[in-house]
């Protein structure tokens, strides 16, 4: 009998490649549901917005009996949406219409308090990133106005070191800070529909990083907030009880390890390419198994 009682299974590269499904995928799911695993579909597909994934998904034969609903699949787009929301933030985006349109409906974004990336090839341009660059410099100059003049002397008070205030890996300060670079996800590249390695936001992210001193906070895998989230979705209290399947051996892998997940699968195919699975990209942390695909992967939660 399986010690897992739940699987994370992500979609691009994992299940299919553009529109190509990976050979035995919809079955190796059909399995899971019969073995009683319960199953969420974990994606940071961030280029078209979650109906139309959903819809794609259909047409390459992935049904209700594999994919109930969209509440099957969590993306870090819902996710990151309920960030903004939750935090009152106006974002300068860079992401696909398609999404601003539809997932990112009702989300304010006049005057804007930060940037957000997704996959955006149609944003990724001088005159785009340009626009981020300088509206990232100006929320950092008028975070540092505001902070001197919290930390101005005012009689016999103790004066606060402005140096004391710090900031998180996170993006948030110590002093509850938002973020002012906020990031979908930051795979640095991804599997196209053409079966060739095309860039990924992770990229660009590091260019505003770099050039302006922000620091992103990432919403989608492999955030530990973003996994345990998932977790909680499907009634597991337990991590070690819930296992990971992917291409990616840091969103996928180390992103589910760190987490506190069971095991983390790494398949060999998406964006996966020799040498992934040998901990150089991780810091040291090694997938559970390397397969071939993913039916191997269900064949072993199954066992």
Do not use: W
Not at 6 to 32: E, F, N, Q, Y
Not at 80 to 107: A, I, Y
């Amino acid at each position: 009998m399986t010690k897992f009682k739940a699987a994370l299974i992500d979609l691009s590269g994992t299940l299919h490649i553009g529109k190509t499904v990976i050979p035995g995928a919809i079955d190796a799911c059909r399995k899971l549901h019969k073995n009683n695993i319960r199953v969420v579909f974990l994606t940071n597909t961030s280029k078209i917005s979650s109906s139309t994934l959903l819809n794609q998904l259909r047409s390459m034969g992935f049904d209700s009996t594999v994919i109930s609903g969209q509440e099957c699949i969590m993306t870090s787009v819902s996710a990151t949406r309920q960030f903004l929301l939750n935090n009152k933030l106006r974002p300068l985006c860079l992401v696909e219409d398609e999404l601003v349109k539809e997932d990112f409906r009702g989300v304010e974004m006049h005057d804007p308090n930060c940037v957000l990336v997704g996959l955006a090839p149609n944003s990724f341009h001088y005159e785009k990133l340009n626009e981020a660059f300088r509206l990232l410099l100006r929320l950092k100059e008028n975070q540092k106005t505001s902070v001197q003049e919290k930390v101005e002397p005012r009689g016999n008070e103790t004066v606060e070191n402005e140096s004391d205030i710090s900031t998180t890996n996170s993006g948030k300060s110590s002093d509850n800070v938002q973020p002012h670079l906020i990031a979908i996800h930051r795979a640095t590249h991804y599997r196209d529909s053409d079966h060739q390695l095309s860039l990924g936001p992770g990229g660009f992210i590091s260019l505003l990083e770099q050039t302006t001193g922000a620091s992103a906070h990432v919403i989608g895998k492999p955030s530990y907030d973003f996994y345990r989230a998932a977790i909680s979705s499907i009634g597991i209290e337990d991590p070690s009880e819930v296992i990971m399947v992917g291409d990616d051996v840091v969103g996928d892998v180390q992103g589910a390890l760190d987490a506190g997940l069971g095991g983390a699968v790494l398949v060999k195919t998406g964006k996966y390419v020799e040498g992934d699975e040998l901990g150089e990209k991780t810091g040291g942390v090694f997938p559970t198994m390397l397969v071939d695909s993913v039916v191997e992967a269900v064949d072993y939660i199954c066992s």
